[in-house]
């Protein structure tokens, strides 16, 4: 990750961890709390979570950081999700 992308992913993060009322914040709270979760897994929570109609878009605009999307908060590993960084998301709060 470029030190560009990275001011932009934390202050995101930032952002969305100052809202607790954001799908991003229950999102990302979610993975913090596991640790890594099946992307199958993580996207039933998100549903059941969120009631999210789009759970796997929301999924996706935590692990891109082009276009709209929250940043590259989460990685994907053979279908396994964890915080970017091993759980850098930590150091990231305010």
Request: proline letters at 3%; charged letters at 25%.
């Amino acid at each position: 990750m470029s030190a560009e992308e990275r001011r932009i992913v934390i202050r995101k993060i930032r952002e969305g961890a100052s809202r607790p009322d954001l799908n991003v914040h229950r999102i990302i709270g979610i993975v913090v709390r596991r640790g890594t979760v099946s992307r199958h897994q993580l996207v039933a929570e998100i549903e059941r979570v969120t009631r999210s109609r789009n759970a796997s878009g929301a999924l996706a605009s935590l692990l891109t950081s082009r276009g709209n999307s929250y940043g590259r908060v989460l990685e994907d590993v053979n279908g396994t999700i964890t915080p970017k960084g091993g759980g850098e998301s930590h150091a990231l709060s305010p």
